[in-house]
């Protein structure tokens, strides 16, 4: 079983929409966590990271939330545009490790 | 632009052929990693090259051969591969190592990799 778990696996909402991905994780302890995004055909691209002291960050129109006690993690997205369809893959840093334990990603798609 | 290139984009090739997957870093970067990601499933860490020494190979089977000549440039050798191995292929590089986290990882585009 995969140490970092994403849901759902797939989402569609309407552009203008909100919505919330989530990933729970049984890395401990840990470094950090980290949000990506991957759109079709590119790498993952960086949008949050928090250490495990921290409860949230954002970047825009993205925010992350970590509970470390839940060990939960979410990512909401605000307003959304037909440029946030793209797979937001879930990270976990282990702590002095170098590992990082991937979630398989949630494949969001924005409708207009 | 993130700073790392991969080429080729698309590769297509046979089981009993030999290719090589580059990747190039313009970051000033100490360490370089190869992921594997298959549909569906999580990234998996192939290779880890820190000042050009190799790290970790997570049991990666012999037939994918990395090589490091500089910090700024990484293969990935292929030879007998099989249609499991169709993947996208992605290179990435760090500061240093992300050992206990901390550095920021940048991907390159990756390489679409189709075995037949």
């Known amino acids: 079983k995969n140490q970092v778990e994403q849901s759902p696996q797939s989402l569609i909402i309407l552009e203008g929409k909100n919505c919330t991905l989530q990933?729970?994780?049984?890395?401990?302890?840990?470094?950090?966590l980290r949000w990506y995004k991957q759109d079709t055909g590119r790498g993952p691209v960086s949008l949050t990271i928090?250490?495990?002291?921290?409860n949230t960050k954002s970047n825009g129109r993205y925010t992350a939330t970590l509970d470390a006690d839940t060990k939960q993690s979410s990512l909401h997205i605000t307003a959304s545009q037909l440029s946030d369809s793209a797979s937001y893959i879930c990270v976990v840093i282990p702590y002095n490790n170098n590992d990082m334990r991937f979630g398989a990603g949630t494949r969001l798609t924005v409708k207009p | 632009e993130t700073g790392v290139t991969q080429t080729p984009r698309h590769l297509v090739m046979g089981m009993t052929n030999k290719k090589s997957l580059k990747c190039e870093q313009h970051?000033?970067?100490?360490?370089m990693y190869w992921y594997k990601q298959s549909a569906k499933k999580p990234l998996e860490l192939m290779f880890v090259?820190?000042?050009?020494?190799?790290?970790e190979n997570n049991s990666v089977p012999s037939r994918f051969s990395p090589e490091c000549p500089n910090s700024s440039h990484l293969f990935l050798h292929l030879h007998t591969l099989q249609p499991e191995d169709s993947a996208l292929y992605l290179c990435a590089s760090s500061q240093d190592m992300v050992r206990g986290g901390g550095y920021e990882q940048y991907f390159g585009p990756g390489t679409r990799l189709t075995v037949t």
């Open positions: 090259y820190s000042l050009e020494e190799r790290v």
């Open positions: 928090m250490t495990f002291s921290e």
């Open positions: 990933c729970n994780y049984t890395v401990s302890p840990f470094s950090n």
């Open positions: 970051l000033g970067h100490n360490a």
